[in-house]
């Protein structure tokens, strides 16, 4: 049975980085708030002129390193962002050019903050039907583009960042001892379009727009979607809570990562927690979080990591993987 093997990680953060009394200057904020609601105390922020694709390649670039391999290697890059550099061609093939490569398929994928779990499971199929041998997943975003700096409920929730995976199909021996990804689930309900959104796109406004959001709705279908989907995951392998050695939540807010462990019944210290430092990223906060806990030793060769998100849309899903 092919599998999709994961043979390196990289990301990338803006040298810029934004702490709470630095917004606490601009809207009517302060620490003590955002900690206690959230647990971010700092995030970073894109320079000007640097945009998406920029922060792609670099993850990408370092992902590669860490795998030993080229551009040359791949054949399918699948990138996920909500904050594109252009409406069209996708930011994937920005990056597909500066990273010199001419081969294989490049494309964007758009399912906000679970678009990397959107993109993995994506690549995943392509990779096991045969349709590429190496992947790069990035997920990439500059929220900071899209949020109304006047707007103190939204404004001090996101960061921008990178980061990226290389995925391999390796022959595998169809058992849970494979390395490798080993399920992926995912789901929608369009009918909670408007409770997280951006108020523009070219269709509609032909502007870009500000990101609006219903902060308690969305942390009540949070909590319970995430919990679901997690367990639904598990159960498509018949594994059980007890056999995940790491969660790696998107990192929306603390206390949702506080409520959803709970629910779902595993420890804190099992949950790779990195909105304190790098804020919602959206798509890019799984692989910025996985290459924090891989560099920091706590993610191990053959660990299994459920890796979950929710997002505008509403979305949501999750991928279990031995690493
Ligand atoms: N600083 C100070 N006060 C604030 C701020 C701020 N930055 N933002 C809101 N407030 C005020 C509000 O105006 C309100 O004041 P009022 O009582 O005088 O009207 C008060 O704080 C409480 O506001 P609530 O919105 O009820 O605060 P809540 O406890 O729900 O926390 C939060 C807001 C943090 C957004 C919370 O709802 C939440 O975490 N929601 C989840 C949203 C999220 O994480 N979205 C990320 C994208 S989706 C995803 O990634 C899953």
Same mark, same amino acid.
Request: charged share 25%; net charge negative.
């Given at each position: ?13 803006? *040298?810029?980085?934004?702490? /709470? ?9 302060? @620490?003590?708030? %955002?900690?206690? !609601? ?8 894109? #320079?000007? +002129? ?5 922060? #792609? ?5 370092? &992902? ?7 551009? $040359? ?11 594109? @550099? /252009? ?20 494309? @964007?994928?758009? $399912? ?26 990035? +997920? ?11 707007? !103190? ?8 960042? #990178? ?5 391999? $199909? ?45 902060? !308690?709705?969305?942390? =009540? ?44 019944? %595993?420890?804190? @210290? =099992? ?17 910025? *979080?996985?290459?924090? &806990?891989?560099?920091?030793? !706590? %993610? ?12 505008? +849309?509403?979305?949501?899903? $999750? ?5």
């Amino acid at each position: 049975m092919r599998r999709s093997v994961v043979r390196g990680i990289g990301s990338y953060l803006p *040298a810029k980085a934004v702490t /709470n009394n630095d917004l606490a200057a601009i809207v009517d904020t302060s @620490d003590e708030w %955002i900690v206690e !609601r959230t647990g971010i105390r700092q995030r970073h922020i894109a #320079a000007e +002129g640097e945009t998406t694709c920029d922060l #792609a390649v670099a993850a990408a670039r370092a &992902a590669l390193d860490n795998a030993g391999m080229s551009a $040359a290697d791949i054949d399918l890059i699948v990138l996920a962002t909500s904050t594109p @550099d /252009n409406t069209f061609p996708a930011t994937a093939t920005s990056v597909q050019a500066a990273l010199g490569m001419t081969h294989g398929a490049a494309f @964007d994928v758009q $399912a906000v903050c679970s678009g990397f779990v959107y993109a993995l499971s994506v690549a995943d199929a392509m990779l096991k039907a045969g349709t590429a041998e190496r992947a790069l997943v990035i +997920g990439a975003e500059t929220f900071s583009r899209i949020l109304d700096w006047s707007d !103190r409920t939204t404004c001090v929730l996101f960061g921008d960042g #990178a980061g990226a995976l290389v995925l391999e $199909a390796q022959e595998g021996e169809g058992t849970l001892d494979d390395r490798g990804v080993l399920a992926t689930k995912l789901h929608s309900d369009g009918r909670y379009k408007d409770k997280l959104y951006v108020d523009g796109g070219p269709s509609s406004t032909k502007t870009v727009g500000y990101l609006r959001m219903e902060g !308690r709705e969305v942390f =009540k279908h949070a909590v319970v979607n995430i919990a679901s989907v997690m367990a639904e995951t598990l159960e498509m392998v018949g594994m059980s809570a007890d056999q995940v050695d790491w969660v790696v939540p998107h990192q929306a807010n603390k206390r949702i990562l506080d409520s959803t462990a709970k629910r779902f019944g %595993i420890s804190e @210290d =099992k949950v790779v927690l990195t909105v304190d430092r790098h804020g919602n990223t959206s798509a890019a906060s799984i692989p910025l *979080a996985l290459d924090v &806990a891989v560099k920091d030793g !706590r %993610i191990k060769k053959g660990d299994v990591i459920l890796m979950e998100a929710m997002g505008g +849309g509403f979305t949501w899903g $999750a991928a279990l993987v031995r690493w």
